[in-house]
């Protein structure tokens, strides 16, 4: 059974950092484009970052480029999301997405397969 599971969300301040990491189970990484994406209450879900599973394509959301960075280990079947200079307005819920192979377009309905999602909260 495919499975992602997301960890290293939390409590940060305002201007701090954050490391999120995607376990997949149940099916190969490298097969898979995969991607970050972001709910805040009372929003709709975004894309922050994908990555091709090549890992040598990647995309970021305009308000994140330069702060955020995605990688892939798909020796360990991990996906991480480095954030650094967190913003208010980076919190909300953090999902970990995949599709088979494409382009890293982070557009949610491109992706058919989701982790159950990690809360980053930033507080001034």
């Known amino acids: 059974q495919l499975q992602l599971v997301e960890s290293g969300g939390g409590l940060v301040q305002f201007g701090g950092s954050l490391r999120l990491s995607c376990v997949a189970s149940g099916f190969t990484l490298p097969y898979y484009t995969m991607g970050w994406f972001r709910q805040a209450p009372g929003k709709e879900r975004e894309g922050v970052s994908c990555?091709?599973?090549?890992?040598?394509?990647?995309t970021y959301l305009d308000s994140v480029k330069g702060r955020f960075t995605i990688s892939r280990d798909d020796a360990k079947n991990t996906m991480y999301l480095e954030m650094n200079s967190l913003k208010l307005e980076d919190t909300g819920v953090y999902y970990c997405a995949a599709r088979v192979n494409g382009e890293p377009i982070c557009v949610a309905d491109r992706y058919g397969y989701w982790g159950q999602g990690t809360q980053v909260t930033v507080s001034s």
């Open positions: 990555i091709s599973s090549k890992g040598d394509s990647k």
